[in-house]
């Protein structure tokens, strides 16, 4: 069993940044297929950034690339996700995920593919 517990939303202004922790029980933090999601207000949750163990490289979603960052501190099982230049449209509540094992490339946007799942932390992009 793992359990994901997010943290590090907020409330800031268009232009700022905020950075969230994903924070993993467990001893198979490293392994599998983790990343963060988002859902938007009247909208299905989304992908936003995923990486894969053994991956040298981390997918974006195309509005969030090159604005965001997804890293890992493995010895401290947290997972990263730095966001600057945050747009009013970054309003979200933000999820972590994971599956125990590598998911394919074509399908790894997929939140049904997921099969564990943080609580979810608010972002407000607000001037």
């Known amino acids: 069993q793992v359990e994901l517990v997010e943290s590090g939303g907020g409330l800031v202004q268009p232009g700022g940044s905020l950075r969230l922790s994903c924070t993993a029980s467990g001893r198979t933090f490293s392994s599998g297929t983790m990343g963060w999601f988002r859902q938007r207000p009247g909208k299905e949750r989304e992908f936003v950034a995923v990486v894969r163990q053994g991956d040298t490289n981390t997918y974006y979603a195309d509005s969030v690339r090159g604005r965001f960052t997804l890293s890992r501190d493995n010895p401290k099982t947290t997972m990263y996700l730095q966001m600057n230049n945050l747009e009013p449209e970054d309003t979200a509540i933000y999820y972590c995920?994971?599956?125990?094992?590598?998911?394919?490339?074509?399908?790894?946007?997929?939140?049904?593919?997921?099969?564990?799942w943080g609580q979810g932390t608010q972002v407000t992009v607000s001037s």
């Open positions: 995920a994971k599956h125990g094992n590598r998911i394919i490339t074509s399908a790894i946007a997929r939140p049904q593919m997921y099969n564990y």
